[in-house]
């Protein structure tokens, strides 16, 4: 099993202004849609930098689901880091 | 939850900081004043969250009430600490700045953890729908039935379902009878027959039989998966009407800005630094930007999640606001208003023919025929309980009917095959079928007319109700169809629409979309794969019986996952409903905030009032928003009225 831990910045692609308690739902959301996806293990969101990151493992899914899932939620996704962890 | 739980852990903790350093700072306890204000720090200090979230929003160029309490506890606790030991931690008649900040920050705090908790049950629809995926399956390896995790189940693999367990795969069953609840995906608490050959689908119940099923979706691919992410992007995308929310909130922070300095300025030359200060804070507190950017969001959230329950997926919040205009309903006839298969509903005989011979002959001409016509009498020969036996040898000939032997006896099927032998008395029979909408097949025995078997498609059984459900919210409703005029005519006076159109090619059904669009907002009604074009047409596309068929929910606006046609005024209303709460929540909290702001500024309110006000207005939005959940489809008799 190789675990894969990956950083993005995410930006709501049609944010303007003010958001922070709107924000709170849309990292729930997220955060709930990410960790659903089989083979990913842990997820965490901070709801104000938008920055996520999760654990994966690489057999049972791509790096490219993870992201394609983030941008069908309304998202831009920006790489910030990517490493084997185990 | 696990959070929500810190956070309230957070706040008792910081009130019973706050709370200590207030008693202690009247005892007379050695170093009272000082164990007092250090009390009162670590309470402030335990407000962490609301200066992280102010500080590091103000890094994003966004304007939250934190940002604002931030400031105004800051200059609370400088206040509390640099002026006179008199108004620092309270004496007998006044709350000090210390003890204020501490308070202030106990109640922000409070506010965050209760608006976190509410927005996590604002996800109660899809956390219900998560929860109707089974982990396991019950499958047989090695001859063995054994109980294994979801994610090894292969395709093509036998799952057993037994009474009472939840489906755990989309699939085809091979074995065995039972009922099965799928109000997970359809929203229909009816349970419906499933036997050999039915699909069904993860995370339904099934009731009282067993059943085998082959696997043939597991995991994200189920339809049960899709729906669930569909939700979730759908409440991801926004109401139009939260960029006018959204302009109120981009100028909040340079009005704020102005008004919290002129208030201080004026204050400070008219009544000095002491009322200058407090009245400041106040105006910093009482803000509530927060009431504006949720009331939206929340709203659509609740709006797309309470449809999902009732089998509804609307797919985003533009589509709640086209619904909420739609004044005219236009529906597809076949496959929509009705079944969509022909039936046999009626069988005319002549002579001495009984039904049944009618029919017995005309199923065994017809036996080994595809067309829908002979598979309605095929299928009535079943329910009649007849064995049909094979025909010797017979010839299909397209358009015209069925020419087949049988032992000896010679039978001929269609109209167009025994144009010379039919009878007058057969012929106006036929005629007069054929006016009510109705396919009349004649079969003939040896050259002579037996019997006349009407095949009609139905309608379904709640187009009626659907129809006047919309009459009852003042939607107009039409039907177009392909299907020639005459049948058009019967199905529209059956179901009641105000008007209808027959003959259409689906171009032609395009052009009816458009025609109707002339100063009404339409929604069109259809199978979302043959009308897809007169659904992309129309302001709204609802898609039925969208359950199974990804293109269908892929291409619509708003999919009805199963058949029934009702909960197309109740999406309407969802909508209305969803967008008075979102447009009232909005000027609701715009006033609001106008004048809070006007007493803070005049100092008619004191700090710690300003903030409860300004955490209540923010919560009573959000739950109003979080109603919407709640919303019930209203008995016909209501809609009616």
């Known amino acids: ?86 | 939850m696990r959070e929500l739980t810190k956070g309230v852990i957070q706040v008792a903790l910081l009130g019973i900081f706050a709370l200590a350093g207030a008693l202690i700072s009247g005892s007379q306890v050695a170093y009272a004043h000082e164990v007092s204000i250090a009390l009162t720090l670590i309470a402030v200090a335990l407000g962490y969250r609301i200066y992280l979230h102010g500080i590091r929003s103000l890094r994003h160029g966004n304007v939250t009430a934190q940002l604002f309490a931030t400031i105004a506890i800051f200059i609370s606790v400088v206040a509390g600490l640099v002026l006179p030991q008199a108004s620092a931690t309270g004496t007998a008649e006044a709350v000090g700045y210390l003890t204020a900040s501490a308070i202030v920050a106990f109640i922000i705090l409070a506010g965050m953890t209760l608006e976190d908790y509410i927005i996590h049950r604002t996800r109660g629809a899809l956390e219900a729908l998560i929860k109707m995926s089974p982990s396991t399956a019950h499958i047989h390896r090695n001859g063995a039935e054994v109980e294994i995790p979801i994610d090894e189940v292969k395709l093509g693999e036998i799952v057993l379902v037994k009474p009472g367990d939840k489906i755990p795969v989309d699939g085809t069953v091979i074995s065995g009878h039972s009922t099965v609840n799928q109000a997970t995906i359809t929203g229909e608490s009816i349970p419906v027959e499933k036997t050999v050959g039915d699909r069904t689908f993860a995370g339904t119940l099934n009731e009282n039989g067993a059943l085998e099923i082959k696997v043939e979706k597991i995991g994200e691919e189920t339809t049960l998966a899709h729906i669930i992410q569909l939700v979730e992007e759908a409440q991801e995308k926004k109401a139009p009407i939260q960029n006018v929310a959204d302009r109120f909130t981009t100028y909040f922070l340079p009005i704020m800005a102005v008004l919290a300095f002129s208030v201080f300025a004026v204050s400070y030359f008219a009544l000095g630094f002491d009322v200058a200060l407090a009245r400041t804070v106040t105006v910093l507190l009482v803000a509530c930007p927060c009431a504006l950017s949720i009331a939206v969001p929340v709203a659509v959230a609740g709006t797309i999640g309470n449809a999902s329950m009732n089998g509804i997926i609307i797919k985003g919040g533009t589509h709640i606001e086209k619904l909420k205009d739609v004044k005219m309903v236009a529906f597809d006839k076949t496959g929509t208003l009705t079944v969509g298969e022909p039936k046999v509903v009626e069988i005319k005989t002549f002579g001495n023919y009984s039904e049944e011979d009618t029919i017995k002959y005309a199923a065994i001409a017809e036996k080994f025929s595809e067309h829908p016509l002979s598979k309605a009498i095929i299928a009535k020969a079943g329910e009649m309980g007849m064995k049909i036996p094979d025909p010797t040898d017979f010839k299909t000939i397209p358009g015209h009917g069925v020419d087949a032997h049988y032992g000896n006896k010679h039978i001929l099927i269609g109209r167009k095959m025994m144009e010379t032998e039919i009878s007058k008395e057969a012929s106006q029979l036929m005629s007069m079928i054929e006016t009510e909408g109705k396919t009349a097949i004649p079969v003939a025995l040896d050259k002579n007319v037996i019997g006349v078997v009407v095949v009609a498609d139905t309608v379904r059984e709640n187009s009626l109700e659907a129809i006047q459900r919309l009459k009852g919210i003042g939607v107009k409703t039409a039907m177009i169809t392909g299907d020639n005029m005459r049948t058009a005519k019967s199905i529209a006076e059956q179901v009641g629409v105000d008007e209808y159109q027959a003959e259409l090619l689906p171009e032609d059904k395009v052009a009816a979309i458009g025609e109707l669009k002339k100063g009404n907002v339409v929604a069109m009604v259809g199978d979302g794969v043959n009308d897809a074009p007169a659904l992309a047409n129309s302001d709204v596309g609802f898609a039925m019986g969208a359950a199974g068929s990804d293109v269908a929910v892929e291409t619509a606006d708003v999919a009805l996952l199963g058949d029934d046609l009702t909960k197309v005024e109740y999406a309407i209303s969802l909508s209305r409903r969803a967008f008075s709460t979102m447009k009232g929540n909005i000027i609701y909290a715009f006033v609001w905030n106008v004048i809070a702001l006007s007493l803070a500024a005049f100092g008619i309110l004191n700090p710690v009032l300003a903030v409860v006000l300004a955490e209540a207005g923010c919560i009573s939005v959000v739950v109003n928003s979080a109603l919407l959940l709640l919303n019930k489809p209203k008995p016909l008799a209501i809609a009616v009225a």
């Not at chain 1, 944010?15 to 659903?36: F, I, Q, V, Y």
């Open chain 1, 1 to 86: 099993m190789t675990v894969e831990k990956i950083v993005l910045n995410t930006a709501k692609i049609d944010c303007t202004g003010c958001k922070t308690c709107a924000s709170d739902l849309a990292a729930e959301n997220l955060r709930h849609a990410l960790a659903r996806l089989t083979g990913v293990s842990k997820v965490q969101v901070d709801e104000i930098t938008s920055k996520v990151s999760v654990e994966y493992d690489t057999q049972k899914i791509s790096f490219s689901k993870i992201t394609e899932r983030i941008e069908k939620l309304g998202y831009k996704v920006e790489i910030v880091s990517r490493e084997e962890i185990q």
